[in-house]
T-cell receptor, first 114, second 114 residues
Framework: DQQVKQNSPSLSVQEGRISILNCDYT??????FLWYKKYPAEGPTFLIS?????DKNEDGRFTVFLNKSAKHLSLHIVPSQPGDSAVYFC?????????????FGTGTRLQVTL | EAGVAQSPRYKIIEKRQSVAFWCNPI?????LYWYQQILGQGPKLLIQ????????DSQLPKDRFSAERLKGVDSTLKIQPAKLEDSAVYLC????????????FGPGTRLTVL
C-alpha cells in the first residue's frame, strides 16, 4: 500500500509564478515530513522539512504547509526559477521527529518554463 | 565536505549473475541507508545501519540481497543471483545518527539486468 502519495506526476509553471506541489499520506503515525529535489543522474537533495507539531515551515523561496487533519502537505516555491525544474519527492517518517526510516512518494516532475 | 560516494555509477549484467555496489558515507555519519528506486517510483528503504549494526532490514529480500558495513564506515550491497525485476537505481544515504533531521544521498548506481 502506498502510504505517501503524490497524485500529480508532473507540473508545468511559468518562471516567476508560484509552484505548488502536493502530497497526501495515510499513516497517522507519521510525525515528520521532508521534501527532496532530484536532478537527472543525481541523488535526491534535501530541501525542507516540517515536524507534525507545526503547520508551516519557510526557508527562502520554499515553504511547506502541513494539514494534519487532512493528512496533506504541500510545497510552495515562490518565485519559481528554471533551475527548480526537477523531480520533487515527498517523504515521511514516524520515528519521533527524525529522518529515520523514510517512506517516499512517487515524485512530481516540475518544469519551470521561460 | 565530501558527499556520499557510490560506485559503480552504472552496471549491466545478465540475470542470475551477481553484482555488488559500494558506498562511502559522509565522514562522521553513523547511520547508513540503502534504497532501491525502480523507474517511476520513489526510493524504497532496503536496509539501515547504525555504525556496523543493522537497525532495519525488514524490506530487504534476504534470499538474494545482502549488505554489510564492516568497521562502521563503507558499505557494500550485493545481489546474488540477480533477477530482471532488480533493475533499478540503488541509492545510498547517510545521516549523522538515527536522530538526524535529514538524510544525504549519493548519486546512485543504475543497475540493468538483461
Amino acid at each position: 500500500d502506498q502510504q505517501v502519495k503524490q497524485n500529480s506526476p508532473s507540473l508545468s509553471v511559468q518562471e516567476g509564478r508560484i509552484s505548488i506541489l502536493n502530497c497526501d499520506y495515510t499513516n497517522s503515525m507519521f510525525d515528520y515530513f521532508l521534501w527532496y529535489k532530484k536532478y537527472p543522474a543525481e541523488g535526491p537533495t534535501f530541501l525542507i522539512s516540517i515536524s507534525s507539531i507545526k503547520d508551516k515551515n519557510e526557508d527562502g523561496r520554499f515553504t511547506v504547509f502541513l494539514n494534519k487533519s487532512a493528512k496533506h502537505l504541500s510545497l510552495h516555491i515562490v518565485p519559481s526559477q528554471p533551475g527548480d525544474s526537477a523531480v520533487y519527492f515527498c517523504a515521511a517518517s514516524q520515528e519521533g521527529g527524525t529522518a529515520s526510516k523514510l517512506t517516499f512518494g512517487t515524485g512530481t516532475r516540475l518544469q519551470v518554463t521561460l | 565536505e565530501a558527499g556520499v560516494a557510490q560506485s559503480p555509477r552504472y552496471k549491466i549484467i545478465e540475470k542470475r549473475q551477481s553484482v555488488a555496489f559500494w558506498c562511502n558515507p559522509i565522514s562522521g555519519h553513523a547511520t547508513l541507508y540503502w534504497y532501491q528506486q525502480i523507474l517511476g517510483q520513489g526510493p524504497k528503504l532496503l536496509i539501515q545501519f547504525q555504525n556496523n549494526g543493522v537497525v532495519d532490514d525488514s524490506q530487504l529480500p534476504k534470499d538474494r540481497f545482502s549488505a554489510e558495513r564492516l568497521k562502521g564506515v563503507d558499505s557494500t550491497l550485493k545481489i546474488q543471483p540477480a533477477k530482471l525485476e532488480d533493475s533499478a537505481v540503488y541509492l545510498c544515504a547517510s545521516s549523522y545518527d538515527s536522530g538526524s533531521v535529514a538524510q544525504y544521498f549519493g548519486p546512485g548506481t543504475r543497475l540493468t539486468v538483461l
